[in-house]
C-alpha cells in the first residue's frame, strides 16, 4: 500500500462498516484493504468536516498577472491600433493601467486567445 489514491466511496464504506461496531477496526482494514493509519486519518476528518472528501485547494500556482478586464483592454487596443508593438502595448498598460507587464505577459495573453497579426488586422 505505498501511496495510493483511495476513491471517497471507498472511505464512505469504510465508515459504514464501521459504525454498527460489530468488527474490530483491524478487521475493517483487512476486509477494505487500508492501513490503520488511513482509517484513523478518515475518522478523523469526519468527524472535523462532516465528510470524509478533503476540501479543494483554492488559489493554486501563480497567481495571474492580467486580470480579465485588462486582457480585454488590450484586445481592444489591438484592434483598435493593430501596429503597436508589445512593447507599446506595455507602456500603454503601465501608463493607464498602472500595471507594469512585461512582453512575454502580453504575448502570452494574445497567444491564450488565438490573436496573431493576420487576425488582428482583419
Not at 487500508?34 to 478518515?42: E, Q
Not at 502580453?106 to 488582428?120: D, P, Q, T
Amino acid at each position: 500500500m505505498v501511496n495510493r489514491r483511495i476513491s471517497d466511496d471507498a472511505k464512505r464504506i469504510t465508515l459504514r462498516l464501521k459504525a454498527p461496531r460489530r468488527d474490530s477496526d483491524n478487521e475493517i482494514c483487512q476486509l477494505v484493504d487500508f492501513s490503520l493509519s488511513t482509517l484513523h486519518r478518515t475518522l478523523r476528518q469526519k468527524h472535523a468536516t462532516g465528510d470524509v472528501t478533503k476540501t479543494l485547494a483554492i488559489g493554486r500556482g501563480r497567481p495571474r498577472k492580467l486580470i480579465h478586464s485588462d486582457c480585454l483592454y488590450l484586445l481592444r487596443l489591438a484592434r483598435h491600433k493593430p501596429t503597436l508593438f508589445l512593447d507599446e502595448y506595455s507602456h500603454r498598460l503601465e501608463e493607464y493601467r498602472d500595471l507594469p507587464v512585461s512582453l512575454a505577459t502580453i504575448h502570452a495573453s494574445f497567444k491564450c486567445v488565438g490573436l496573431n497579426i493576420e487576425r488582428v488586422q482583419m
